[in-house]
């Protein structure tokens, strides 16, 4: 029997949530910054998820031998023996508690340690800045993804993993013996390539030099792990698989996502290598421009008097050719943005405008829903700058004034109030205009560069310039999705195709744009096969500055960004928007573009993944049992339409690296009836069919899974609701597998404080792996089995500060293992048990086991039974067995007397903290009064704003972060619904830690009642 893989026993979560958190703010090299792709999983994730899905666990008793010696020698000898040994105090629990210094716990600190001061600050609440929170030698590290050695140690470790799999006898010696010539033949072909003069010129030593490179590659990854990502979207996980030194392999439908993926984990890491040229060769390859290049401080090229040594050729190909593109396009078209004034056009403001209905006005009127153009976050109020209206008749202007509006904007959701005359004219009728007639539109602002950034209303030469051109009419005009009406408003404005979304003058822009990319590549005489390389990345270039020169931009006023309208995942109508000058240095125009390709590219450096694109499921892509390790992030149900957005893109990509990738962009659009979502409008508009078509293929996928993978399936899945969750499970469970382990992750939330972490938004990882199904099995058997493990994972869960619905969620995996176990699960009645039904026991399990971790005597165990089951909404009284269900023992004339329960005639509802303890200022200020009236108390001090009273109820109730009133204050911020109540819970809880601090500093010990 094979011992279990770390991820079904144990993963270092809080600590992979804190990296994680911290990667979507990570900006300089990020593979989120090469091209936007929808619902990215942070890099830590994946590289923590690939990694535990790879090594043993090593307390198992099956561990190889081999695996163990080689955790004591990588990770307790030498410098691993202090910085993977264990916490002394696990970091964020309310209790002292020791870890053991065992393999399994050095690994887990191998893969995410807080470091020493973040381990401090836990213990003193104090907060610590993301980039300090973990420990410098962890490996899922930001800083650590190209760091040798830790990299050279997890490679080591999966090494031995894999080879000890397959070789039970082999000793650790005999295997790092082995690791060493492997890996170390690697760096010695690339110095011999890589240092060969002119390498571009394929000679005969070039050849063999390359060849012998790829075969050392071959050699040492033919002995690792192979890992599948069956839907691999924007690259993150096959990246990181190969960043630890697998054979990675990846598929994705969706042509735009093979590209980036491509561009993400497969060309930076084949061409973004050193390279040296000769004097003569770079002067006759790049000329003057390359000369200014290779001069600039930051280049990192060297001139030793005779070559010219670039330390990553295609990132500085690539700037190269980008820039000649950018200089012939603005040589051709950059007067289209001149200067009117002294100073640089950054951005000209436009708003869409619609006629007032009012027949004896009919003015035009801007359709601005507020009037601020500037309100920088780093900026006092007096430094803002706002549109400021001037009414003539029916004639409005503006001029630009300093400081705070106070106006309303005269949009209100697309119903409009005329500024002139006070008459409103309502959305349908400005629908109606803008469908019937060339939408108008007007330029209010210009914001300048200078030595400090201008704002002014447009002159006469502005407004000519654009005036007279003409939309070029030769740029992509396929039809967006129009079925799609919850990601698509504007085709009910008038606006459905492709071309619509672009300015005249910016259609001119991309056009030239395009043309130019086009015209420049033609003329590099390189290799074909890295020409189209270079020209990848132009088009990947040329797309993050598309989404951002587009007239459905969003102009971030606090930060003065052009953002691209992508936020929701969407193309929402917008009146008004940011039209960039192209050639500025605004960060989103195409020179801030170009930085972070190239940076991304200079970046990237390990193995290169294979990607194919096309629909996953196929039985026969890979032999039997030939993959490791599948690690995968479905698509969530019906959350995002891929192919519908990406159709944005792939009108453009596919009009300039058609030639490139001819089968790629074989199709008129995106495919969409292949791709596994359930979204509605593209199955009849019938629900269930889409349902239907999401399950079916999910289990064909996994089935396909099953057969190609010899180890562990792992899953991420970030869906809260029980619906996609029970399509999810019966998939697995359909393609006969079984889950093993199951871990939530943040995404979204800071640690701060260890006793503060709510969730804002959590992914649940399941391992699985084929299952044997054994007989039937009783329903309340399995009910027995399950609310056990659910207790003991709430509990976990708990602890580690999982809180409301994703603590919920969380527990689905536990509950699937036990069910997975048997053919069927029926009830007493001998009718079987759906998956649907289990993850609804589990569900109510997990809120049973939650309860009984609520303290306090029956009133306050009631109120919040009561509240979970029916929330603070009216009930009929007379249903006996939600009481049962609680499992608590009130009386309800005491409920209603301690005005705990409020009646209304035959109904009732719970009290809010006013209702309950509102008419009596002392009811809750004393340690023998129910909990749930002390809290209440507390969360009507708070919403008084009486700062004096909180600290002494604090002082005197509870002082320690462990106290039941903030454990009750947690249950109730995942359960009331918003309202005065929860936002005073949130309150409280989110400066609970500053509570405790400033009660420990001004500590007065006091006992019994309070004063007040
Ligand atoms: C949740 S995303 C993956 C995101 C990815 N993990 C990342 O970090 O960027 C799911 C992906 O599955 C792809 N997909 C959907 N249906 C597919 C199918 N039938 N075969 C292959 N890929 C599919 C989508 O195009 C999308 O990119």
């Known amino acids: 029997m094979k011992a279990k893989k770390l991820i079904e026993v144990a993963l270092p979560i809080k600590e992979i949530s804190a990296e994680s958190v911290r990667d979507k703010s990570i900006r300089h090299g990020h593979i989120s910054t090469l091209h936007l792709w929808w619902a990215r999983r942070p890099l830590p994730v994946c590289r923590a998820i690939v990694f535990a899905s790879l090594v043993p666990d090593p307390l198992d ?5 081999a695996f163990k010696y080689a955790v004591e020698m990588l990770l307790n000898t030498g410098l691993g023996k202090l910085h993977y040994k264990p916490y002394k105090d696990i970091p964020y629990t309310s209790i002292v508690d020791e870890m053991e210094d065992n393999h399994r716990n050095r690994l887990m600190m191998f893969i995410g340690k807080f470091s020493e001061t973040c381990q401090a600050n836990m213990i003193a609440g104090k907060s610590t800045p993301p980039k300090d929170q973990l420990d410098d030698w962890s490996l899922i590290k930001w800083e650590n993804k190209n760091n040798p050695k830790i990299l050279r140690i997890a490679r080591e470790l999966i090494f031995v993993a894999y080879q000890s799999d397959k070789r039970p006898n082999a000793t650790w010696e005999e295997l790092h013996a082995e690791f060493d010539k492997l890996y170390d033949a690697i760096p010695k072909a ?37 890992v599948f990502d069956p839907f691999a979207g924007g690259g993150a996980i096959p990246l990181e698989a190969a960043r630890l030194g697998c054979r990675s392999y990846g598929n994705d439908i969706n042509p735009v996502a093979h590209i980036i993926e491509r561009g993400s984990a497969e060309f930076p890491q084949k061409y973004g290598k050193p390279i040296v040229y000769s004097k003569e060769e770079f002067e006759q390859l790049y000329g003057e421009e390359g000369l200014k290049m290779a001069q600039e401080d930051e280049s990192g090229i060297t001139f030793d008097g005779k070559c010219y040594h670039i330390p990553n050729r295609l990132a500085f190909d690539v700037e190269y050719y980008a820039k000649r593109v950018l200089a012939e396009t603005e040589k051709e078209i950059g007067n289209l943005y001149q200067s009117t004034t002294e100073k640089t056009p950054l951005v000209y403001y436009w708003v869409r405008t619609a006629k007032c209905s009012n027949p004896s006005c009919r003015a035009d009127i801007p359709m601005l829903k507020q009037f601020y153009i500037s309100k920088r976050r780093t900026a006092r109020p007096k430094d803002w700058y706002y549109l400021s209206p001037i009414i003539e008749k029916n004639n409005i202007d503006f001029e630009i004034k300093r400081g705070n509006c106070s106006e309303d904007g005269w949009n209100n959701r697309g119903n409009l109030t005329c500024p002139c005359c006070g008459n409103i004219t309502n959305i349908t009728e400005i629908k109606k205009q803008f469908c019937s007639a060339p939408i108008k539109e007007r330029l209010v602002a210009i914001i300048e560069d200078g030595n400090e950034r201008t704002y002014r209303t447009p002159n006469q030469r502005d407004i000519d310039l654009v005036e007279k051109l003409k939309r070029v009419d030769t740029i992509p005009s396929e039809k967006l999705e129009v079925g799609n009406v919850r990601n698509f408003n504007t085709p009910g404005w008038g606006i459905d195709s492709f071309d619509g979304l672009f300015s005249k003058r910016q259609s001119i822009f991309l056009a030239k744009f395009k043309e130019k990319i086009e015209e420049i590549c033609s003329e590099i005489h390189l290799d074909v096969q890295y020409v189209s390389v270079i020209k990848t990345y132009l088009a990947l270039w040329f797309d993050k500055v598309l989404c951002r020169n587009t007239s459905f931009g969003v102009w971030h006023k606090l930060q003065e960004t052009v953002e691209h309208p992508f936020g929701r995942q969407a193309i929402p109508m917008v009146f008004d928007y940011p039209e960039m000058n192209p050639f500025s240095n605004l960060s989103g125009a195409c020179i801030g573009q170009l930085n972070s390709v190239v940076a991304f590219i200079e970046n990237e450096n390990s193995f290169p993944s294979v990607f194919n694109n096309i629909m996953s499921g196929d039985r026969s892509q890979f032999e039997k049992k030939t993959i490791t390790a599948v690690i995968t992030d479905p698509p969530y149900y019906d959350a995002i339409a891929y192919a519908d957005l990406a159709d944005f893109f792939y009108v453009w990509l596919k009009a300039i690296i058609n030639k490139e990738y001819e089968l ?16 509605k409008h593209h199955h009849g508009n019938s629900d269930d069919e889409a349902k239907k078509h999401f399950e079916t293929m999910l289990t064909a996928i996994f089935d396909a899974i099953e057969l190609q993978t010899s180890d562990i399936v792992s899953i991420m899945f970030a869906h809260q609701s029980t619906e996609a969750w029970t399509t999810l499970c019966n998939s697995i469970l359909d393609a006969r597998m079984n889950i093993t382990g199951s871990w939530p992750m943040d995404t979204e939330v800071s640690i701060a404080l260890k006793a503060q972490m709510s969730t804002l938004e959590s992914s649940v990882t399941v391992a699985c792996r084929p299952s044997e199904r054994k007989g039937f099995a009783d329903f309340d058997e399995v009910k027995h089995d399950i609310r056990q493990l659910v207790k003991a994972e709430v509990e976990k869960l708990y602890g580690l500060g999982f809180r409301g619905a994703d603590l919920l969620t969380a527990c689905f995996g536990q509950a699937v293992s036990v069910f997975g176990h048997y053919k069927l699960v029926e009830t007493a009645e001998g009718d079987p048990v759906s998956v649907g039904q289990l993850l609804e026991f589990a569900r109510e399990s997990a809120a049973q086991a939650l309860l009984e971790g609520v303290p306090g005597e029956p009133q306050t165990k009631f109120y919040c039974g009561w509240l979970q089951m029916n929330g603070m909404t009216e009930c009929d009284f007379d249903d006996v067995n939600k009481y049962t269900r609680v499992g608590v023992n009130v009386e309800i004339r005491q409920l209603q007397s301690d005005r705990l329960l409020i009646t209304d005639g035959s109904k009732q509802h719970l009290a809010t903290a006013e209702e309950h303890v509102g008419a009596n200022r002392n009811w809750g200020t004393l340690p023998t009064d129910y909990l749930i009236s002390q809290v209440h108390r507390m969360m009507l001090a708070y919403l008084g704003g009486d ?4 600290l002494k109820l604090v002082r005197e109730l509870c002082p320690q972060s462990d106290s039941p009133q903030w454990r009750l204050l947690d249950f109730l911020q995942g359960h009331l619904p918003e309202g005065n109540d929860l936002k005073a819970v949130k309150g409280l809880l989110a400066s609970a830690e500053m509570y405790r601090q400033k009660c420990k500093e001004t500590a007065v010990p006091t006992e019994g009642a309070l004063d007040f």
């Open 190 to 226: 690339e110095k011999n390539l890589y240092e060969l003069k002119d390498r571009h010129i394929k000679t005969d030593i070039v050849k063999q030099r390359e060849a012998e490179l790829q075969a050392v590659i071959d050699a040492f990854q033919n002995e690792m792990p192979s």
């Open 947 to 950: 700062d004096t009273l909180i």
């Open 664 to 679: 790629v962009f074989s199709t008129p659009k995106t495919p969409k009836q292949d791709e596994c979502t359930a979204l």
């Open 61 to 65: 008793e099956n561990c190889p031998e």
